[in-house]
């Protein structure tokens, strides 16, 4: 039996570039709107309570009005703290301002081969930039800040990394963050196996982007699905079928980086059932539910504080049927009465010691589930080496989950970018940056120098 490209297989008169050409008809063809949208449907109801809890999550970091009112009226203050948001966008800086270095070690490798590894990291530099100015261009923030922001916030990082060429054959770089709330997976025993990323576009951009006349309104919304597989990537329009059919997109595996947040490892129900709501979480998870008990202790204090301001009182006349003019709590006001009528401020309402000491305790704890006031810069006093140390292990505890899943994420990417770079199919790539010592390069790169 024979194996070379071309050559006739034994028995079957049919080449095996042939074979293999079936094969992948067979495949393409098995990709249909309808089967997508099983797929991704199937994820959702799998995942509904993870998206549950990335809404809240949302909502928190959004500062969403809290309402003290059960029957959602505005009659009672209600005060809404703005520690989520604090405490996210404080991660969110730690981990984006950081220092990122790509590093390949040079182990037991012959000298010669340093000079090779040297510029395969210059190349993955380059890669990094090239796709961050594609970001800007596009009115993105970069890469770093994204993904800080996903790892944070959403407890997963989700990318697209891939290799394109544009009409002139020149190749570029897409290294494009995904919202994990709006994206879809499937997993098999070597990791993904497929993925789906749906967001909704105007006909507009639809006719811009893909030359497809929707018909009708051009700020009319459709969804629009990119599914990609190991082998094809297709793009949907939820309704109207495909706006670009299944093509062979040349990634070695599906070219989707999907990263949860750890530490709690994806665990299992009695009944077989994945844990989905707290696997992949975000920087809120400690403090999720302290948040809404702190805003309605506030909100009791808001309340007795308006109060305050705005005194009640109560007026004694003869017959009842006596009314002021003005309003009492007005500075310097004088307030006429008859000789029959008695103006009496009402007692202030005070809180009890036991609300004290309950509001001291969840602002306590709220400490323990996120970092300190000297994180903030907030440093009433000097403070001593040790105990600078033991507020920096807080910080640590915080920032290591989210900082993993980066790390992670880019040596995902970066290796999907090089596997797919050294495979030949892409012509030479102009790259530049500034490597680990900070020297800037401008290298037109090849395929051949970083295999």
Not at 16 to 42: F, G, H, S, W
Not at 73 to 82: A, G, H, I, K, V
Request: net charge negative.
């Amino acid at each position: 039996m024979m194996y070379g490209g071309g050559q006739a297989e034994q028995g079957t008169g049919q080449s095996i570039d042939a074979i293999v050409q079936l094969l992948d008809d067979a495949a393409r063809n098995a990709i249909t709107p309808e089967n997508i949208d099983q797929k991704i449907q199937a994820f959702m109801q799998d995942y509904a309570d993870l998206h549950r809890r990335m809404d809240a999550d949302q909502e928190l970091y959004d500062l969403k009005a809290y309402n003290a009112n059960k029957d959602g009226t505005t009659t009672f203050p209600s005060y809404t703290s703005n520690s989520p948001r604090t405490f996210a966008k404080k991660i969110i800086s730690l981990l984006s301002s950081g220092d990122m270095f790509v590093r390949i070690p040079y182990g037991d490798s012959l000298r010669d081969d340093h000079d090779r590894y040297d510029i395969k990291e210059r190349f993955l530099y380059g890669l990094l930039e090239s796709a961050d100015e594609r970001l800007v261009k596009r009115l993105e923030i970069r890469l770093k800040s994204q993904l800080a922001w996903y790892a944070t916030v959403r407890g997963y990082i989700c990318v697209r990394a891939v290799l394109y060429k544009n009409g002139r054959g020149q190749t570029y770089v897409d290294i494009s963050p995904l919202d994990p709330r709006s994206a879809a997976w499937g997993l098999g025993a070597d990791g993904l196996e497929w993925a789906a990323y749906t967001t909704q576009r105007t006909a507009a951009m639809i006719k811009s982007q893909y030359n497809v006349d929707m018909g009708g309104q051009s700020n009319a919304l459709y969804e629009i699905t990119d599914y990609y597989d190991k082998v094809f990537n297709a793009t949907v329009i939820r309704g109207h079928g495909f706006v670009k059919p299944p093509t062979i997109h040349g990634a070695d595996g599906v070219p989707i980086v999907i990263v949860a947040v750890g530490p709690t490892p994806n665990l299992q129900t009695q009944y077989g059932q994945l844990t989905t709501k707290g696997y992949g979480e975000s920087i809120f998870a400690e403090n999720r539910a302290v948040y809404e008990t702190r805003n309605k202790v506030m909100s009791i204090y808001l309340s007795l504080v308006e109060k305050a301001r705005d005194r009640s009182y109560v007026l004694y006349s003869v017959d009842g049927s006596t009314r002021l003019k003005d309003n009492p709590n007005e500075a310097a006001g004088v307030i006429p009465l008859p000789a029959t009528a008695k103006l009496q401020l009402v007692d202030l309402a005070e809180t009890t010691k036991d609300a004290a000491i309950l509001a001291g305790v969840i602002s306590e704890e709220m400490h323990f589930g996120s970092l300190s006031k000297t994180s903030y810069g907030d440093v009433p006093f000097q403070l001593s080496g040790f105990a600078i140390n033991s507020l920096r292990k807080s910080e640590t505890a915080a920032l290591q989950p989210p900082l993993d899943a980066m790390e992670v994420g880019y040596e995902q990417i970066l290796n999907k970018l090089s596997d797919q770079y050294v495979t030949g199919s892409y012509g030479p790539i102009q790259l530049s940056g500034y490597d680990s010592n900070r020297a800037y390069f401008n290298v037109n790169y090849s395929p051949e120098m970083i295999a």
